[in-house]
């Protein structure tokens, strides 16, 4: 690498730690202390998002639990509210000093803890039944705190317009720029816990488990998944649905040894992916200039492992490190929603693709840009999808 180059990298680095990575928001209280009331027309929705975290309790109530590791997973359930002035991709929050408004921010009404896995399953159970048997699992990514990972869930729901149980599986991040290596064997020690949360949502009944998973959240995902198929179950029970892998922090060559022994998927993976991801290109710095899959330039090497590559490079978000376009982009979210909730196998045109694109980005009317283009490889092909929106 050149000392430009190196250089050059070292500038990104402070950058993205003024942009304070994955989460870009410091931790605050969960539960706030004031809460301000607000007439029901001034709500947009109501998700009740259940948790299963490897993060250690806090001291704080409000706070739920912390970016220390614990040795046991633990079980709750937030209430969460989202106001009707929500923008599509966006995060309101309040600010630590704020009283919560739900009719300008997101907020947590109330939380639930259960004492033990089993609590946990018949409180999923009734709820996973009154929705169709469907349950959505979202692991989140590096520098994320308990709050921002909640918050990230509910608008992933939100957005999505996902009908089934939420669960949100949180393990401990430092969430901290500079908490890299920490995050890093905190993902690492919460692979057997993650395994055990996706049987536990078969246990509850679910039908089809959807997966997303976000940075180095899909290291955690892949190893867990890996681990279901050493066990002999790699589709829980055939329950697996969609397991999508949004801007991995994953070394390519690891992810390849991984899925040499979990073997091709029945349902291919589907991986988003950007080539300008800034923050898998400090990544790839930290790990010795490696390529990271989320920004892996060779997407038709990944597709003979039983993935559908879907390169976003050309489509842009509200985040300035390019690495969260997956739930930030209007119409990426919505298409995601679209995917989670038929359940059909990846559109085989472009044609088709295409249409179902631009009958979103119409129903958004001018809320996104101008034109852009995703190039989606399957096993099979290479669709150039042009999109009437969504563009930077």
């Known amino acids: 690498m050149t000392i430009s180059r190196s250089i050059g990298l070292l500038l990104l680095f402070v950058t993205a730690v ?12 969960l539960i706030a202390t004031r809460t301000v009331a607000a007439p029901a027309p001034a709500i947009a929705g109501r998700h009740d998002i259940f948790i299963a975290t490897t993060r250690a309790k806090a001291e704080n109530q409000a706070e739920l639990f912390t970016r220390q590791r614990s040795p046991v997973t633990s079980y709750a359930e937030v209430e969460m509210t989202v106001p009707a002035i929500h923008k599509t991709g966006s995060i309101e929050r309040r600010r630590a000093s704020q009283a919560a408004d739900p009719a300008k921010v997101f907020v947590a009404e109330k939380a639930i803890g259960f004492p033990d896995e089993e609590a946990f399953v018949r409180a999923l159970r009734p709820d996973i039944a009154a929705k169709g048997g469907r349950a959505l699992v979202f692991i989140h990514g590096y520098n994320t705190a308990f709050d921002a990972a909640v918050y990230r869930m509910t608008q992933i729901v939100h957005d999505s317009g996902y009908k089934g149980t939420p669960i ?28 055990n949360t996706l049987r536990l949502v078969a246990k509850a009944g679910a039908k089809r488990i ?13 190893e867990a998944l890996r681990q279901l198929a050493i066990s002999g179950d790699r589709d829980l029970g055939g329950r697996l649905g969609d397991v999508v892998l949004a801007s991995p922090d994953i070394d390519v060559d690891v992810f390849k040894a991984q899925m040499t022994r979990y073997g091709k998927p029945n349902k291919p993976f589907i991986l988003f992916l950007s080539r300008d991801d800034r923050a898998l290109r400090i990544s790839g710095f930290l790990a010795g200039n490696r ?3 989320g920004d892996y330039g060779d997407p038709e090497d990944i597709a003979t492992l039983g993935v559908v590559a879907v390169d976003l490079s050309n489509v842009g978000s509200g985040d300035r490190l390019n690495h969260t376009k997956f739930a930030e982009n ?16 990846l559109a085989p045109t472009e044609g088709q693709i295409t249409e179902r694109v631009n009958r979103v980005v119409a129903g958004l009317g001018g809320a996104v840009g101008g034109a852009a283009d995703i190039v989606i490889t399957t096993p099979l092909q290479v669709l150039n999808v042009v999109v009437s929106g969504g563009g930077r």
């Open 18 to 29: 003024s942009a304070s990575g994955c989460a870009g928001q410091k931790a605050t209280e």
């Open 168 to 195: 949100l599986f949180t393990w401990a991040s430092g969430g901290s720029t500079v908490d890299y290596v920490y995050d890093s064997n905190s993902a690492s020690a919460a692979r057997d816990a993650l395994e």
């Open 210 to 222: 959807d997966i997303i998973a976000h940075s180095m959240g899909n290291w955690v995902t892949v």
């Open 291 to 293: 390529p990271r899959l």
């Open 330 to 345: 209007p119409v990426l979210i919505q298409v995601l929603g679209e995917r989670l909730q038929s359940g059909d196998d």
